[in-house]
């Protein structure tokens, strides 16, 4: 097996809490609305704003427009400025990444290896993702949605972050939180696959990956027995 000289990170759910940051925009926006006036239990603006993302994709950069013509028919300017910016505040104060993520890429950057992400996110917002977190200098490439169009597990994400890495998918590991994209499409091609249970919100018995982790320090170890052999 020809040694790693890559890593492939997910980003939601691997090296970022998305859904923890998710859920507190969310609630602020929730409050922060019915302050503003919506006629709303709190619980229920949340159930139906989760409905269109559902609908949507968690995404969806329209949410409260879509909201607020689901909820009065029409998109009150007083009410969309107030959820929009306590939405805002609150993902910026809980934009977090998992423990060791920083250690653990710059471990790998020690040892040589070249880092990368491929995510189904919109460009500017894995961007604003890596840069909140001041990890954005750490990864030689970022392919997200507009690269190629095409959401995991379809092989041209990773074929695409490939050939910018200028490597064959046995020089590469894919670490992922979600095994029918990632790791489904990064066996696909070849790669060596790592499912990142820490960030698991499937509860996912069966990966499929080659290993599991519970955090993503665990990735040091394999990566440094792989390259012994």
Known sequence: MAKVKAVIFDLDNTLVDFMKMKDAAIDAAADAMIDAGLPLKKFEAIQKIKEIYQEKGIEYQQVFDQFLLNVLGEVNP???????????????????????V????????KRGLKLAVVSDAPRLQAWLRLCGLNIHNYFDVVVTL????????????????????????????????????????????????????????????????????????????????????
């Open 146 to 229: 507009e690269d190629t169009n095409k959401r995991k597990p379809d092989p041209e994400p990773f074929k695409k972050t490939l050939q910018l890495l200028n490597l064959q998918p046995n020089e590469v590991i894919m670490v992922g939180d979600w095994p029918e994209r990632d790791i489904v499409g990064a066996k696909l091609l070849g790669m060596r696959t790592v499912f990142a249970r820490y960030g698991d919100t499937f509860g996912t018995k069966f990966s499929g990956a080659d290993w599991e982790i519970d955090e993503i320090y665990d990735l040091i170890k394999i990566i440094d027995e792989e390259n012994k052999k």
């Open 102 to 109: 920083t250690i653990t890429l710059l471990e790998l950057l």
């Open 78 to 100: 007083k009410i969309l400025a107030a959820g929009i910016i306590a939405y805002r505040r609150a993902r910026e104060s809980t934009l977090v990444a998992y423990p060791k």
